[in-house]
Each structure stands twice: as C-alpha cells, then as structure tokens.
Nanobody, 126 residues
Framework: QVQLAESGGGFVQPGGSLRLSCAAS????????MAWYRQAPGKERELVAE???????HYSDSVKGRFTISSDNIKNAVYLQMNNLKPDDTAVYYC????????????????????WGKGTLVTVSL
C-alpha cells in the first residue's frame, strides 16, 4: 500500500495563491503518473493536473496558465502551485498516484494500483 498525504489547503481571497503538497510513502519515481484531482460539493471528481516522468505535464482547460504541477523524486513529493485563484476553484483537492504495471496491451497486469490521499480543502471566497 502507498499512502499519500496532502497539505497546504486553506482559505484564500479571489486572485490569491496557494501551494499544495503531497508526500508519498513510496518512491514517486516508480509511479507511472502523479496527479491532482478536485471535487466540489455536488460535482464529480475531476482531473486538475498530472505529471509523467517528472517532466511531461497535462492540465485541465479551466486551470491551464494558472496552475503548475511539479515533483521531487528525492523528497517523494508532488506539488501544485495555484495562482490567480477563482471562486470556482473551491473544492477538496486530492493527490493521486498510478503505480499500475502496464504491459504492451495497455491493460494493468495484476490489476490496477491506484492510490488516493484524504484530500485538502481549498476555499476561495471574499
């Protein structure tokens, strides 16, 4: 089992910034991808940003240009720098890790190995 622990959430006014951290109990170098998801009340959980190989990144259109995901293999941590926050960014943010063993067929060998943190709340409001 891999444990993920998020931190850095809080209350911020619109236009403010926050930096979220996710500490993993296992080497993130061994992970296929590390990602940040978020879920607002009454809404489905959605992908915010992901990073593969420590360099290749992908962002949702709603946060592109404002958020930046990064990782540190030595510290086994992943970060999400959030700038110019909007009220719509209010949600519980979850760290996600994919340690699945993918073969040539693309299907996880031995089943998927997906892990989630408990989440950290980000509230953007006046």
């Amino acid at each position: 089992q891999v444990q993920l622990a998020e931190s850095g959430g809080g209350f911020v006014q619109p236009g403010g910034s926050l930096r979220l951290s996710c500490a993993a109990s296992a080497s993130i170098f061994s992970a296929n991808t590390m990602a940040w998801y978020r879920q607002a009340p009454g809404k489905e959980r959605e992908l915010v940003a992901e990073i593969t190989g420590g360099t290749s990144t992908h962002y949702s259109d709603s946060v592109k240009g404002r958020f930046t995901i990064s990782s540190d293999n030595i510290k086994n941590a992943v970060y999400l720098q959030m700038n110019n926050l909007k009220p719509d960014d209010t949600a519980v943010y979850y760290c996600n890790a994919d340690y699945s063993n993918y073969g040539y067929g693309g299907r996880p060998i031995g089943g998927p190995r997906i892990y989630w943190g408990k989440g950290t709340l980000v509230t953007v409001s006046l």
